[in-house]
């Protein structure tokens, strides 16, 4: 009985199926984990090889165009390190807040894809202004860290989505989607010129992913259908023993037709089949 509550917050986290409990999770998890690995070396008087300009380093996405070459994994991963407790906490709460909103009109295959590459959008929009504009030729070893692209991508999509939904914030009252993302969406543009302008631009990377995505939705374009799992090509025999009223030229392929078409994909790609051997391939993945 003593594990459950454990128990219980794992299943929340890896077994629910719920992304925005994933997402929350594995940020606090790293969170913590660095926390704690940075605690000998401070003692030590060294804590900024696990503090954060090791971090940084190392998870940061980098601003420098010759550092990407050996730092292309940290488009990726420096959606999930945070430069401080209040850094990580409202990050976290957002996207709690926004993805339960999110997670009641849409798919949680589609949540997985605006928070990934709301990520991306801003690590890329990040380092496009840092090498165009010449305010930031001094900075070539800026990096910038934290998951606020990837939360504004889910909040900017959910106040796409549902512009009229509200919600409660402490001395506002009652407030409109619509009026939230605007509000950011201000607030990131005056943050451009601002010592935090790199993590303005990422922000705004992150929230024109999340508009894109739902804007191209809503005219049938689902984005998120690239993390689908394809289904896999099987041929099945007729059982001989039940009837059929469909004439067999129509419903019933050759085996060994079959055989040689996938021996001559394996040898030579499917783009070498021909028109025939395509329809064939595709009339027997019908059975």
Same mark, same amino acid.
Do not use: C
């Given at each position: ?5 454990? +128990? ?25 984990? *660095? ?6 070396? &401070? ?17 940061? *996405? ?42 009641? &009109? ?11 590459? %709301?990520?991306?959008? %801003? ?9 165009? *504009? ?9 990096? !910038? ?55 303005? *631009? ?26 689908? +799992? ?5 041929? !099945? ?26 021996? +001559? ?16 391939? &595709? ?5």
């Amino acid at each position: 009985m003593n594990n459950s509550p454990l +128990k219980e917050l794992k299943h929340k986290v890896f077994q629910s199926g719920d992304p925005s409990y994933l997402y929350i999770g594995i940020n606090v998890i790293i969170f913590v984990v *660095f926390a704690l690995i940075n605690i000998p070396f &401070f003692l030590s008087g060294n804590g900024s090889i696990a503090g954060g300009d090791w971090i940084r380093e190392y998870f940061g *996405f980098p601003a420098s165009l010759v550092k990407l070459p050996t730092r292309f994994y940290t488009i990726l991963t420096y959606q999930f390190f945070h430069g401080g407790f209040f850094h990580l906490l409202f990050n976290m709460l957002w996207l709690f807040w926004m993805g339960r909103i999110f997670l009641d &009109f849409l798919k949680p295959r589609q949540f997985h894809f605006v928070y990934l590459a %709301g990520g991306f959008t %801003g690590a890329l929009l990040y380092l496009l202004a840092y090498n165009i *504009f010449p305010v930031f030729a001094s900075s070539a070893g800026a990096t !910038v860290i934290g998951s606020s692209a990837s939360v504004m991508a889910i909040v900017v999509a959910t106040a796409t989505l549902v512009p009229d939904y509200s919600i409660r914030l402490l001395f506002l009252g009652d407030l409109k989607l619509k009026f939230l993302a605007i509000a950011y969406v201000v607030l990131n543009l005056i943050g451009i010129g601002t010592a935090d302008a790199g993590g303005s *631009f990422a922000h705004i990377g992150g929230m024109i992913m999340g508009f894109t995505f739902i804007k191209l939705l809503q005219n049938g374009n689902d984005l998120s259908n690239i993390f689908k +799992k394809k289904p896999k090509l099987r041929v !099945v025999k007729k059982d001989p023993a039940k009837p059929s009223f469909v004439k067999k030229k129509e419903t019933t392929v050759d085996q060994k037709e079959i055989d040689a078409i996938l021996d +001559k994909i394996s040898k030579t790609g499917y783009d070498k089949l021909t028109r025939e051997e395509k329809e064939t391939l &595709f009339k027997a993945s019908k059975h």
